[in-house]
């Protein structure tokens, strides 16, 4: 019997993962994002991103679904999922505007309140943990580099939205 898989091609053989930036940041993401779940689900009963959206609505960041949806790069439905889910737990509550009647806020409970305040001590010890052996300096070289990447990326994405690929 044969194998059906074909033979992979020299330039996935060769790929280096460990020396590609994007799949490094990518894991770093993915790392820092289970160590927040795992304390957030023990100490709030809450997931990473649930906790992570009470935070930013209590910090004023992101007041509307669409702010919140922009910052997480996720879609509106789930974005609406994830409020859906919050408002079901009591944790935050949809306000209309007085001004806009159109515009619907998004508003912590004083429990959501209480879950939003204690995220940056969980933010900042699994930072802490994930960042062990590194000097203040390259901490401080680290944020400037991610800083620089995160323009790119904002560049990137405006060149891409004038500039979208031809369709073949």
Known sequence: MTDPTPPLP???????????????ISRVKSTLSNLITQRTVAELGVTSQQASVLFMVGSGKCLLAAELAREYGIDA????RLVDRLEKR???RRVRCSEDRRAVRLALTPEGSAIAARMPAIFQSVTEQLSAGLSPEEIGFLKSMLRRVLANSCEAM??????PPANS
Not at 10 to 24: A, I
Not at 77 to 80: I, L, Y
């Open 158 to 163: 405006q060149s891409a939205s004038q500039n």
């Open 77 to 80: 439905s789930a974005v609406t």
């Open 90 to 92: 009591g944790l935050l």
């Open 10 to 24: 020299p330039e996935v053989l060769d790929y280096d993962f460990g020396e590609s930036v994007g799949y490094l």
